[in-house]
């Protein structure tokens, strides 16, 4: 193949670029529910600074 | 009320788009991927070397498609960003922005092979050329578009404002398209049309139909999930998310 560095060059651009373009919003949605995720633990988890009491 | 218009209405609740982004993001994707591989090894192995360029020339079926890509993807985020102006449909906000980085993505490979393509045949990796410097101005209006969102804190502000630009921006894509005509231009004029007769041959045409069906696949399923993390930042505090997170966060980026 002639040019062949040429050619593998600019194929490999192509594919380099394409694949930041499907990770990137895959990596994104999994921090997003991780975060969201941790907000729920936090909210459901009970205070363990909160005083002991017998009052209900 | 018709299915249609009542499907249109339903997409635009968050809850349901990401449902729907989730379950057909992977079916374009996977679509994209079986039609540019059957168009690159058409593109690589089955069309002869050019008599002139020899196998260099093979660039153009990643050029070509991407180089369209870059000004249909920005022509649908300023259509997108006008639906969003004009009527206040969140939904298009969120997609016209979604189309900013794909867009910025095929333009970067458009110059990148482009520049490739042109140290063999032309004797230099740039030069400014009415084609190549459009498509580098576009390239810094996608970056202007992604900044100008990211810079302001409200989102529908930043969406407003930044849709506002592509717009504007729109003025660019019949110069880019022309240039070849206006000017005296290093970059050669139009080989290929869709409508009327081209200049290249049959036989090298048909893997160059492939890539360009292929790449629009794979913008609708970068569409779908970019859209889609838009969607679920900007809804993160809402109840659907907290469930969807608690239920589904193993396998959440399907």
């Known amino acids: ?56 | 009320m018709n299915p249609v218009v009542r499907w249109f209405h339903q997409l635009g609740s968050p809850p349901y788009f990401d449902r729907f982004a989730a379950r057909w993001a992977p079916w374009a994707y996977a679509l994209a991927v079986l039609v540019m591989a059957y168009g690159l090894w058409g593109a690589l192995f089955n069309v002869p070397a050019d008599y002139q360029q020899g196998d260099s020339f093979r660039i153009l079926y990643i050029h070509v498609p991407s180089a369209w890509m870059s000004l249909f993807v920005f022509a649908l985020m300023a259509f997108y960003a006008a639906i969003a102006l004009i009527w206040r449909i969140k939904l298009c906000e969120i997609l016209a922005m979604a189309c900013a980085p794909i867009g910025a993505a095929f333009t970067l490979i458009t110059l990148a092979t482009g520049s490739i393509w042109g140290k063999p045949m032309w004797g230099t990796w740039w030069d400014w050329d009415p084609r190549l410097t459009t498509e580098l101005v576009l390239l810094f209006l996608y970056f202007g578009v992604i900044g100008l969102y990211h810079a302001i804190d409200d989102r529908r502000a930043a969406a407003r404002a930044a849709g506002l630009l592509a717009i504007v921006g729109v003025a660019l894509l019949p110069v880019i398209r022309y240039s070849v005509v206006w000017w005296n231009s290093l970059h050669q004029g139009q080989t290929i049309s869709l409508f009327g007769k081209s200049t290249m041959d049959a036989s090298m045409i048909q893997p160059l139909i492939w890539m360009i069906v292929g790449t629009k696949l794979w913008f609708i399923g970068s569409l779908l999930m970019r859209a889609r993390a838009d969607n679920l930042r900007r809804e993160i505090g809402k109840d659907w998310v907290r469930q969807l997170a608690a239920s589904n966060a193993g396998d959440n980026a399907r």
């Open chain 1, 1 to 56: 193949m002639s040019y062949q560095n040429y050619v593998v060059a600019a194929y490999a651009v192509f594919f380099v670029v394409l694949l930041w373009d499907f990770l990137a919003p895959r990596i994104g949605i999994r921090q997003l529910l991780k975060t969201a995720k941790t907000r729920v633990t936090r909210q459901t988890k009970p205070d363990k600074n909160e005083p002991l009491t017998r009052e209900s």
